[in-house]
């Protein structure tokens, strides 16, 4: 029997990294990702290499079942160079999570968009639909705009297997969110990277794509799109002690530039301290804050002190690689 995989990498683009992806025919395949074989591609083509030496390696990180496809997997790879070392548009390479301690849940915004309009769904030509509001988790045709395309992007995750943990409609018309929850950095950044994916495949049917912009509607009154990290580690889970949240906190704050380095291109256009967020430029944290940087949720408190946080800044085009990266590295510091 012949199987098709469906080898999916991220190219090399600036400041923001796209999804590439080939099939690969194999026959008699296992299933597993040790039966998945190295493969390569030409950089040159995706800005990870010059044409007189082009290849660039695919290492298989991950497989889930293609739900779009017969006899199909997806297939998750990062970036080798030809030597068999991470390539410099390899972020999931830069995550320092060998024990899997962290664990991740990723709140990915974005809205559709419509190509022949060049708008998201709801936004009549030339105008602006009623102000936001109303659309936020709601029902009905007057307020929840492309609810097909969302519902089988959600459907195609479940039956690859992803752990995406809900969906809702977001604050503007047209924008929508999925979550995506793993006990580990790395596969909190393939399964994201892979809902991704799925989601723009399942809007290809319908001729629509998807904007991962932050503030794709420019200087308005309408929210951005963010990617909300949440995050914890063994302390913060176990402990119940309110100090190592606040070191935690205090250790972000120090590094700003680090975080906002990997939170996403023109993410300043959505941290404009309007719009539940906090300025780019400045930090803070609190419970129960949206405008906070991080927000440490109320449950965390309640459960004594024993939970997670979430960081508000980055954006919906922010590779999760790198922001989980940057994540575990701070927290690990504020520890010692």
Not at 19 to 44: H, Q, V
Not at 275 to 285: A, K, L, R, V, Y
Request: proline share 6%; charged share 20%; aromatic share 12%.
């Amino acid at each position: 029997m012949k199987t098709k995989l469906e080898y999916i990498w991220l190219d090399g683009y600036k400041p923001t990294q796209s999804l590439r992806s080939k099939t690969r025919i194999e026959s008699n395949f296992g299933g597993s990702l040790a039966d998945c074989p190295m493969w390569s591609f030409d950089g040159s083509s995706t800005e990870q290499a010059e044409g007189n030496a082009s290849d660039c390696l695919l290492k298989p990180v991950a497989i889930f079942p293609d739900p779009g496809r017969k006899d199909a997997y997806l297939v998750m790879t990062e970036v080798l160079n030809a030597d068999g070392t991470p390539h410099e548009s390899n972020g999931r390479a830069t995550i320092q999570d060998d024990d899997a301690d962290f664990w991740f849940g990723f709140e990915q915004e974005y809205f559709l968009w419509n190509t022949q309009t060049n708008l998201p769904p709801g936004f009549p030509t030339g105008g602006y639909p009623p102000p936001q509001g109303p659309y936020y988790c709601s029902v009905g045709a007057q307020n929840a705009y492309g609810r097909e395309i969302v519902e089988e992007h959600l459907d195609n995750c479940l039956a690859a297997g992803l752990n995406v943990e809900g969906i809702n409609g977001e604050v503007a018309a047209g924008q929508w969110e999925f979550q995506v929850f793993a006990k580990s950095a790395a596969q909190a950044g393939d399964e994201t990277w892979l809902a991704r994916y799925l989601l723009e495949r399942t809007a290809e049917k319908y001729n629509y794509s998807i904007n991962w912009h932050p503030k794709p509607l420019g200087d308005t009154d309408w929210n951005g799109s963010g990617m909300h990290a949440n995050f914890s580690n063994g302390p913060m889970r176990e402990s119940g002690n309110e100090g190592i949240f606040t070191k935690i906190c205090e250790g972000f704050g120090r590094n700003i530039p680090r975080h906002i380095s990997v939170y996403g291109a023109d993410n300043h256009q959505r941290l404009t301290g309007k719009h539940e967020t906090q300025s780019i430029d400045q930090f803070s944290f609190g419970i129960s804050d949206r405008g906070a940087s991080i927000r440490i949720p109320i449950s965390t408190v309640e459960d004594g002190w024993k939970g997670r946080l979430e960081d508000r800044r980055p954006a919906s085009n922010a590779d999760p690689y790198k922001v989980a990266a940057a994540i575990v590295l701070t927290t690990k510091e504020a520890l010692g």
